[in-house]
């Protein structure tokens, strides 16, 4: 089982709310793109590093090396990895190790089986289909996808990050408590999401016992996607 670190987010990225005005469109989950991160021998840490303290200029969804998954930017969110006004807005972003050995592309597989558990069945593109690149270099998606579809890769094996991290957390009657919740903050909002202050809604909130920080329109995008199947889960609330 991988554990996924969502202690730490990136400089750079733009919030759900933001992205029809950055980038023309609004946020959609409609694929996922394979990085490298370039030279061999920059560690995990040092890449991590980079997004997190470096110029922000620059961002990714996920760091992924052998048994380590860091997620420095929600997928609810846009990372800033594509060079594309297009792929920002309508992808996720994996950065690999560029070493590739069979354990780094376990992981990789772990996480996309996850991902698509999650989104649905997101297929696989390589960086330079969004812009002249060599990334993501040695890096084979069919052998991901392969990978990913294997009996030895299960979304059980992966434990979720994110808004969904959160919720699979919970015990059944803490399930219960959040419907209950969703429910009276369905009743209080009485004017459309998008009229409610933007500095409310996209304030961040840090999860306290779970790690990595959310906010109040992640967690009611999170809600609005997921209702029906946790009301399934707790059919007496």
């Excluded at 409610?196 to 959310?214: C, E, M, N, Q, Y």
Aim: charged share 20%; net charge negative.
């Amino acid at each position: 089982m991988t554990q996924i670190n969502e202690s730490l987010t990136a400089k750079g990225y733009t919030p759900a709310s933001l992205v029809p005005q950055v980038f023309g469109r609004p946020r959609t989950i409609d694929g996922i793109v394979i990085h490298w991160w370039g030279a061999t021998g920059q560690t995990h840490d040092g890449v991590v590093n980079f997004f997190v303290n470096g110029p922000g200029t620059t961002s990714a969804h996920f760091v992924v090396s052998a048994g380590r998954i860091d997620c420095l930017v929600s997928p609810l969110d846009a990372a800033w990895h594509s060079g594309n006004a297009v792929g920002n807005a309508t992808t996720i972003g994996i950065e690999c190790r560029p070493e590739a050995t069979d354990a780094d592309y376990a992981t990789v597989a772990e996480l996309v089986a996850w991902l698509r558990s999650e989104y649905g069945d997101l297929p696989l593109s390589p960086h330079r289909e969004w812009q002249s690149t060599a990334c993501p270099g040695v890096w084979n998606l069919d052998r991901i996808d392969r990978l990913a579809g294997s009996a030895a890769i299960t979304t059980q094996s992966t434990t979720p990050a994110t808004s969904k991290g959160l919720f699979m957390s919970l015990t059944p009657a803490q399930e219960q408590e959040v419907l209950k919740a969703a429910r009276a903050i369905n009743r209080y909002l009485d004017a459309p999401i998008s009229k409610i202050d933007d500095t409310i809604l996209d304030a961040p909130i840090t999860r306290a016992g779970v790690g990595g920080k959310t906010s109040l329109r992640s967690t009611i995008a999170y809600l609005d996607k997921n209702l029906n199947a946790l009301k399934k889960e707790a059919p007496n609330v």
